[in-house]
């Protein structure tokens, strides 16, 4: 649900637009210059985005709402997220309609998401917005629709699931993309081929790959069944997806550390990419630092420190934590 009603966008910063804005004239120059080619899409959304820049932002908005797209969907996401703005769900709607309307495939998949606001959800209409959004080019809108019949029928239609995976990887949606190797190569909805999941994710463009892609990508080389096993290029890929906030990545790369596997031993390493898994409520993560207060693995070995941290991962659904706490009658 999370991933439906984020519906995040991948940005980068340009150094031509860190500086602050004190007013809307700063803001139209910005806008002037993406509108001439000389900064990203990206970058204008950085910028426009930057809490130091809102209420420039919305002002600029409100003067250009009627006429001009950009102007639309910020105000848009600003209702939404009571950003500069009083939280408002139907002028959020408003602004993204009206975006929408003029052909705006982003906005489309944006008005979207607003119908999946949890609490207010209204399936069928996020629906219609996301098929129109996909019929507009917009490869990310067949990931929410893939996700809606995942998530909503009780019987999922796996042979339209892979429909819109494949559409959207066509289109260079990165979720698509993981998602449609992951399913070759466990054989799920299609025929299991993992040569083919491989080569989708090995040939496509590494800035192309989410966390999920590269996440996948590096366990494909780790375990060596459909390319050469090759633990450093494994932990180069771990490496990015954790950067890109995966956990699972994170826990890897401390198993890696940890072991000397792919990269030279390094203890402490190891314990600060498990913390970073761990504090972001990654239940691995939280019983990989148990272990290592436990045993002054990369730290001072502190088993009452060791004791919260396994009765965390425990809370959290890890089994091997659970069973720990079990064995040394670690109340839950």
Not at 185 to 203: I, Q, R, S, T
Not at 264 to 271: G, M, P, T, V
Not at 282 to 304: E, I, L
């Amino acid at each position: 649900m999370k991933k439906l009603f984020n519906c995040v966008f991948v940005l980068t910063l340009s150094i031509i637009l860190l500086t602050s804005c004190k007013d809307s004239s700063t803001v139209q120059s910005a806008v002037a210059r993406y509108e001439a080619g000389e900064i990203t899409e990206d970058s204008l959304k950085s910028f426009l985005w930057d809490s130091v820049n809102v209420d420039a932002a919305i002002e600029w908005a409100e003067k250009h709402k009627s006429d001009n797209i950009i102007a639309m969907k910020l105000l848009g996401r600003a209702y939404i997220l009571g950003e500069g703005v009083k939280h408002s769900l139907g002028k959020s709607k408003v602004y993204y309609f009206a975006a929408a309307k003029q052909g705006d495939s982003e906005a489309t998949r944006l008005l979207g998401c607003v119908y999946l606001y949890p609490g207010q959800e209204k399936i069928d209409s996020a629906r219609y917005w996301f098929a129109k959004a996909a019929e507009r080019g917009d490869g990310q809108s067949y990931y929410m629709l893939s996700e809606l019949e995942r998530q909503y029928n009780a019987s999922v239609d796996s042979t339209l699931v892979i429909s819109y995976w494949t559409k959207g990887a066509q289109l260079n949606d990165a979720s698509c993309l993981a998602s449609l190797s992951y399913a070759y190569y466990f054989g799920w909805g299609v025929e299991c081929n993992k040569k083919k999941a491989f080569m989708m994710l090995d040939m496509a463009d590494e800035n192309l790959l989410d966390d999920k892609g590269l996440f996948y990508l590096a366990l494909m080389y780790e375990l060596g069944e459909v390319t050469r096993q090759d633990f450093n290029t494994a932990f180069k890929f771990y490496k990015k997806a954790a950067n890109k906030g995966n956990a699972s990545a994170m826990c890897k790369l401390g198993n890696y550390y940890g072991y000397g596997q792919g990269v030279e031993r390094n203890d402490s390493l190891a314990f600060i990419e498990y913390q970073k898994a761990a504090n972001i409520g990654d239940a691995q993560g939280q019983r990989c630092v148990a272990y290592c207060y436990y045993y002054g693995k990369g730290t001072k070995q502190n088993k009452g420190t060791a004791y919260q941290w396994f009765e965390v991962a425990a809370k959290n659904g890890d089994e091997i934590a659970i069973r720990f706490c079990n064995d040394h009658n670690i109340t839950m």
